[in-house]
């Protein structure tokens, strides 16, 4: 895609095959409204090449495919991202991107099959495409931490301020990032982890 230049971080993409001391796998979603990132997030943190299911958007979309706020923006996906990112020489994350058209949402349901958290990436253009995805992790019970993607043009809320108008409780992590930037979208993926550590930890006291 057209991001991928000077601000992608340069690494290598040759880790095809699973370290041998790999011990445990994590299956982690990457999900958000429409052009929010998400293909691009896991495209940048990706240690494989990742998979992708993007259809060039046509005019078949025109007034079907809500392309504000992404004007450049020439696909979308249709069914699924996927890709891969060693956090030790024991951990992997298998990171799976949704589609974030509402028409294809019916995918959800096998995408989150075993999956442990989720990264809830959002717009400040739009927050509003964020509702219904936060919605429907909260309906599923699924542990989640919310990524403000910085788009250049996008509005600067205070992390606070983001939590109301998310109506998010406190203990859920926002984290700002730049989804086109490994580092950064390795962070998000960092956050979730010690978020879903600290759950787990509450859970065993408890
Ligand atoms: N400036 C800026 N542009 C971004 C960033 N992330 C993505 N983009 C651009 O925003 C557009 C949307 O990115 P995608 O990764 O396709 O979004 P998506 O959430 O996968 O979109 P759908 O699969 O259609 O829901 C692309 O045209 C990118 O060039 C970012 O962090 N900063
Ligand atoms: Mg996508």
């Known amino acids: 895609m057209d991001f991928k230049g ?13 370290p041998h001391t790999a011990q445990a796998a994590v299956k982690i979603v990457i999900v958000g409204g429409f052009g929010v990132g998400k293909t691009t997030m896991v495209g940048s943190v990706s240690e494989i090449r990742p998979l992708t299911t993007e259809e060039t ?5 025109i ?11 020439t696909a979308t996906t249709v069914a699924m991202d996927f890709g891969r990112i060693s956090i030790t020489d024991q951990l992997v994350l298998y990171l799976f991107g949704t589609p974030g058209q509402e028409r294809f949402w019916f995918l959800w349901n096998g995408l989150f099959e075993g999956a442990l958290g989720a990264v809830v990436l959002i717009d400040t253009r739009r927050l509003e495409v964020s509702f219904d995805v936060i919605g429907r992790l ?4 699924v542990p989640f931490v919310v990524a403000v993607n910085s788009f250049p043009d996008g509005p600067r809320y205070p992390i606070p301020e983001l939590r109301t108008a998310l109506d998010l409780a406190d203990e859920i992590p926002i ?8 580092a950064s979208s390795r962070d998000v993926l960092m956050t979730l982890l010690r978020f879903l550590h600290s759950l787990a930890r509450a859970k065993a006291r408890a």
């Open 57 to 61: 958007m046509t005019q078949a979309g």
């Open 138 to 141: 909260e309906e599923r019970g």
């Open 175 to 182: 984290i700002e990032c730049d989804a086109r930037r490994r």
């Open 6 to 18: 000077s601000d992608t971080i340069p690494g290598p993409r040759t880790e095809d095959h699973l």
């Open 63 to 73: 007034g079907v495919d809500d392309n504000f706020g992404s004007e450049t923006k």
